[in-house]
């Protein structure tokens, strides 16, 4: 069993700069795909970026350029930096994680990213 607790969301201007942290516990051992989701209000959840533990990092085409996933392994924690906010990009953020090759993710709480002037 993997807990998720995601950090760092708020209130930042158009054109700001967040950084997201995502810190998991539990039986981390074998945490493989770590990532980042967010659900704007009225839509469907969608993916920001995975980190995998062997293979590429994948962003989705709107973040490109602007957003950095990384991950500490060794503190079992995913990060996103977010730089060149839009007001699009306001969203409940969720981390998740999967052990191994599992189809069953576990998720974070979530945290509220608002970007507003």
């Known amino acids: 069993q993997v807990q998720l607790v995601e950090s760092g969301g708020g209130l930042v201007q158009p054109g700001g700069s967040l950084r997201l942290s995502c810190a998991a516990s539990?039986?981390?051992?074998?945490?493989?795909?770590m990532g980042w989701y967010r659900q704007a209000p009225g839509k469907q959840r969608e993916l920001v970026a995975t980190?995998?533990?062997?293979?590429?990092?994948t962003y989705v085409d709107s973040v490109k350029g602007r957003f950095t996933i990384s991950r500490d392994n060794a503190k079992n924690t995913v990060f996103l930096q977010m730089n060149s906010l839009k007001p699009e990009d306001t969203a409940v953020y969720y981390c998740?994680?999967?052990?191994?090759?599992?189809?069953?993710?576990?998720w974070g709480q979530g945290t509220q990213v608002t970007v507003s002037a």
């Open positions: 980190i995998p533990r062997n293979g590429f990092i």
């Open positions: 998740n994680a999967r052990h191994g090759l599992s189809t069953v993710y576990y």
């Open positions: 539990g039986s981390t051992g074998s945490i493989s795909d």
